[in-house]
């Protein structure tokens, strides 16, 4: 098993990931997507 990641490489990813995919979450949900989401929130019968 690798050795851990320092707290230091954590941030640094966490930042960088959070800026890569910061357009992401502006952006609208398709349809079909939010369709299923739907479906998800229904509870089971």
């Given at each position: 098993m690798p050795p851990p990641l320092s707290a230091n490489i954590r941030r640094?990813?966490?930042?960088?990931?959070?800026n890569?995919?910061?357009?992401?979450?502006?952006?609208?949900?398709d349809a079909?997507?939010?369709a299923l989401i739907a479906q998800l929130d229904k509870p089971k019968s």
């Open positions: 640094h990813l966490g930042s960088s990931l959070r890569f995919y910061a357009d992401t979450l502006v952006e609208p949900v079909r997507i939010e």
